[in-house]
């Protein structure tokens, strides 16, 4: 075994978490505190995680073991930082991930009428569903409907 592969791992592990810890902030960026608090707990998390790979590499334990490790210890580090990123609106990460499992099972049954009574999700289901502009063309058409019937009385 080379000198450079459990080097190489570990830089590879520590360059893996930091890329994941940038998504979460790409995909849920309506936080305060993220970075004092997600960053750093990122590099720790990082660093101990890359540095157990590395000793694993030394070591010359398996490479279906220490794959394995990678993966394992890359999900729990990614579920941990989606578990502790602080939102400042639509709770954490994870209920807002759940919340839009839910409206994608609800797809079909997503309806113009029901609208107001939608879910933040939900709307945005809509608003993907009708891509083409009909919502907006639904929206003004009822509030000119709306604005005729008021305007007959």
């Known amino acids: 075994m080379t000198k450079r592969k459990p080097i190489l791992t570990f830089i ?33 998390l990082s660093i101990a995680f890359g540095w157990t790979l590395f000793k694993m590499t030394k070591k010359e334990v398996a490479k279906g073991y220490i794959f394995l490790s990678f993966l394992c210890f890359l999900t729990v580090q990614s579920y941990l930082e989606l578990k502790i990123h602080p939102q400042d609106f639509g709770g954490s990460p994870i209920s807002q991930i759940g919340n839009f499992k839910k409206a994608l099972a609800n797809y079909d049954k997503i309806k113009f009428e029901d609208f107001g009574n939608l879910t933040k999700a939900e709307k945005v289901i809509y608003n993907f569903k009708y891509k083409d502009g009909q919502v907006a063309k639904k929206y003004f058409d009822t509030l000119y409907r709306q604005k005729q019937c008021d305007e007959c009385l």
Do not use: K, M, V, W
Request: some cysteine; hydrophobic content about 60%.
């Open 12 to 44: 590879i592990y520590i360059i893996l978490g930091l890329i994941s810890e940038s998504i979460i902030f790409f995909l849920f960026p309506f936080t305060g505190l993220g970075g004092i608090i997600c960053y750093p707990l990122c590099i720790a």
